[in-house]
């Protein structure tokens, strides 16, 4: 089944403790990226992937990093992790053409304590 | 950056009724995508309209780019209980960049 997988889907952590949320597409997929969801705004681009030599920074990247070394998987990682950024979290995938349609993974729910 | 805002925020009618959401901005857009997303899931891509003046329809949905494309519809028709769900719009700034702007979302409820 062609999908994106997320892990961990929920998470409770406290302030400071490095995490590291993965993303995963069984698609062969060009294109990746992340964003947060939260009430009132939208979800939001925190860093996308046009393929595994290019990531650029989305509009909310500060406190994030990402990594692209394979395909398949764009992993998210925050360092010192605060309250703000408690929010759902939501990996995408594309084929990375003209007018890319993206595919959302179920999302992973994080509470930074 | 550029934004995209929805109206109405909620909107909760009874089955059978039309509806429009809209989604405006004072920018251009390359294109703009609608999605919906339900509970516990990701959204899910409804459409794509990269044309000013554009309509598609799906099955009773239409949807409409602006002419000048800094803004779009949704219409729904004879609405149903399977149509609830938060209706998404994004727009993606510059062709072929991938950034993209969601707007804030409607959450429509379609009552029995």
């Known amino acids: 089944e062609a999908q994106v997988t997320q892990n961990p889907r929920y998470l409770i952590t406290v302030t400071g403790k490095k995490l590291t949320v993965t993303c995963s597409q069984n698609?062969?997929?060009?294109?990746m990226s992340w964003y947060r969801q939260d009430p009132g705004l939208g979800l939001r681009q925190i860093y996308y992937?046009?393929?595994?030599?290019?990531?650029d920074k989305g509009d909310v990247p500060e406190g994030y990093k990402v990594s692209r070394k394979e395909k398949r998987n764009f992993p998210l990682i925050l360092e010192s992790p605060s309250p703000n950024q408690t929010s759902l979290y939501f990996c995408?995938?594309?084929?990375?053409?003209?007018?890319?349609?993206?595919?959302f993974g179920p999302g992973t729910r994080l509470t930074v304590l | 950056t550029q934004l995209l805002e929805q109206s109405p925020q909620f909107l909760s009618i009874q089955e059978g009724e039309n509806l429009t959401v809209y989604c405006n901005s004072s920018?251009?857009?390359?294109?703009l995508q609608w999605y919906r997303q339900e509970p516990g899931e990701g959204p899910v891509l409804l459409v794509t309209v990269v044309t000013g003046g554009e309509v598609k329809k799906l099955k009773r949905l239409t949807f409409q780019f602006g002419d000048a494309r800094k803004d779009s519809s949704l219409h729904i028709t004879a609405a149903q209980p399977g149509d609830t769900g938060l209706y998404l719009c994004?727009?993606?700034?510059?062709?072929?960049?991938?950034?993209?702007?969601f707007g804030t979302g409607t959450r429509l409820k379609v009552l029995a």
């Open positions: 995408a995938s594309g084929r990375g053409e003209a007018y890319n349609e993206q595919f």
């Open positions: 698609m062969n997929h060009e294109y």
């Open positions: 992937s046009m393929n595994v030599e290019v990531t």
């Open positions: 994004a727009g993606e700034e510059i062709y072929g960049t991938y950034k993209y702007i």
């Open positions: 920018s251009v857009f390359s294109s």
